[in-house]
Nanobody, 125 residues
Framework: VQLQASGGGLVQAGGSLRLSCAAS????????MGWFRQAPEKGREFVAA????????YYADSVKGRFTISRDNRKNTVYLQMNSLKPEDTAVYYC???????????????????WGQGTLVTVSS
């Protein structure tokens, strides 16, 4: 699976952005898809994930209620709608794919074997 993230940019605090991650490969619909982010001088952190069917979603507490993850298996694409953005959301955002569907592993970066190149989101105050 190859992943291509897009949609990042500069936005003011309180604004919105929608990230997209396009995947190649015919088995996209069988993968758990996740979004992670890495701020300057910080480690990579879990943001959100969605299982293959789209029926189960998971969020970091820091984004719950503001971000929404979704997927369109017909288009081999996963989305991250980000609303009410804060300066602390500034980071490079990565999409990732995993064959695991075990709830306890979904938030761990090591679970994901495939990663996109990242897209920069900058939120100004």
């Amino acid at each position: 699976v190859q992943l291509q993230a897009s949609g990042g940019g500069l936005v003011q605090a309180g604004g919105s952005l929608r990230l997209s991650c396009a995947a190649s490969g015919r088995s996209f619909s069988s993968y758990t898809m996740g979004w992670f982010r890495q701020a300057p001088e910080k480690g990579r952190e879990f943001v959100a994930a969605i299982k293959w069917s789209g029926g189960s979603t998971y969020y970091a507490d820091s984004v719950k209620g503001r971000f929404t993850i979704s997927r369109d298996n017909r288009k081999n694409t996963v989305y991250l709608q980000m609303n009410s953005l804060k300066p602390e959301d500034t980071a490079v955002y990565y999409c990732a794919a995993s064959r695991s569907a075990i709830d306890s592993t979904i938030v761990a970066a090591k679970t994901y074997a495939y990663w996109g190149q990242g897209t920069l989101v900058t939120v100004s105050s």
